[in-house]
């Protein structure tokens, strides 16, 4: 049974079907865009027992796979692809023809963010992928690893010491690539905010507290105050999904 969710703000809707979640996170109709989808616990918490997936339920996880639906790449660090065991980026075949019936690739493009390339190119995240993924990484990363990682993805250095983010975003909206939806994790976060490079957060509050050490949703050695403004929020049990946007 799908899990249920309702609409509370700005209007009230209840059992929302997909397409009115669709509708409801739609990206603006031009324009670059990069959205970054987290969960977190009542207390802050990123994660439980160190990954991400443990705090979400089925609604999360079901506005979790739609958000990829009309992305064009989904973007995420190196780290959260091994932490959280990332497979080759594929949409279901119910997605794949919803995006083709729109004229999008069946599935999207994977693009991944590291400074020391620090990938398995034989890993499924290359050998299965359905798109030629893209790895950014900065000029001072190791050559051979990049040699390695050439063969299976497109390797684009932005920035020298450390990844430019505003950078990557320019890089994929310069070949099509301007829906851009990204899984993090908090390090990736934390410096796209430093970075100004985030126009959108969908956050999902899960009704749990966790205490313990877990990150934050975002981690940078310096703070970075981005004012964001409600856009909307729905509900499924307890839970809250919300959505805000950089003011």
Not at 140 to 166: M, N
Request: net charge negative; glycine share 10%; proline share 6%.
């Amino acid at each position: 049974m799908t899990a249920r969710i309702d609409r509370l703000w700005p209007d009230q809707a209840d059992d929302l079907n997909d397409d009115d979640l669709l509708d409801d996170y739609a990206f603006p109709p031009h324009g670059p865009w990069l959205r970054m989808n987290f969960v977190t616990s009542l207390d802050g918490a990123a994660t439980r027992e160190g990954r991400s997936g443990g705090l979400g339920d089925d609604a999360d996880r079901r506005v979790f796979e739609l958000l990829r639906r009309p992305a064009h790449a989904v973007l995420v660090a190196a780290g959260t692809v091994r932490t959280e065991g990332y497979a080759a980026m594929r949409v279901d075949q119910g997605a794949s023809a919803w995006r083709m019936d729109r004229g999008l690739s069946a599935h999207p493009v994977f693009a991944l963010v590291t400074r020391s390339l620090d990938l398995d190119p034989a890993s499924p995240v290359f050998a299965d992928a359905p798109v030629r993924p893209i790895v950014y990484t900065c000029e001072r990363g190791p050559a051979e690893r990049r040699a390695a990682l050439a063969r299976v993805a497109d390797v684009v250095a932005c920035g020298e010491d450390e990844v430019d983010l505003p950078a990557v975003k320019a890089d994929l909206a310069g070949r099509g690539l301007t829906r851009v939806h990204s899984e993090g994790g908090p390090s990736l976060f934390g410096a796209m905010l430093a970075q100004g490079a985030v126009d959108e957060l969908c956050l999902t509050l899960a009704p749990t507290l966790e205490s313990g050490d877990g990150p934050r949703i975002a981690s940078s050695g310096r703070a970075s105050p981005t004012d964001m403004r409600l856009v909307g929020a729905l509900r499924a049990g307890d839970e809250l999904l919300l959505r805000y946007r950089r003011r």
